[in-house]
């Protein structure tokens, strides 16, 4: 019984894992990384990690407050973006959006231009 609860427990939190985020923000030559981080792969505990040159440091961190690491996270890239970088969404899910999918009209008008070719 307890090898069955601990492999539910296990597909349960698989299927719930949160991935980071990253944004990279660019200015001349200047490039700040700002990523949220989920140690655990769940809400929380989370933190928000700071790249400037060679340097990470770890900004703001939770443990009891849901959605605090992500205001602070938005609000740290909106902040860039007022200083005049310019902020890219580097995380997966908006590096891999799925395509839009084909619309079956026009495989249609080209079937009937054809038949009008007989």
Partial sequence: MKVILSLT?????SVYAIDNQ?????????????????????ELPCEVHYTKGEETKVLWKASGETGFCEAKY????????????????MSTKAESAPEPE??????AEETSSEEKDS
Wanted: glycine fraction near 4%.
């Fill in 9 to 13: 427990a296990l597909l349960a939190s």
């Fill in 102 to 107: 084909a619309s079956s009209e026009p495989e």
């Fill in 74 to 89: 938005a609000s740290f890239v909106e902040k860039q973006v007022s200083w005049g970088f310019s902020c890219k969404d």
């Fill in 22 to 42: 990253s944004t990279v923000c660019s200015f001349g030559e200047n490039t700040r990384k700002i990523e949220l981080v989920y140690p655990n792969q769940t």
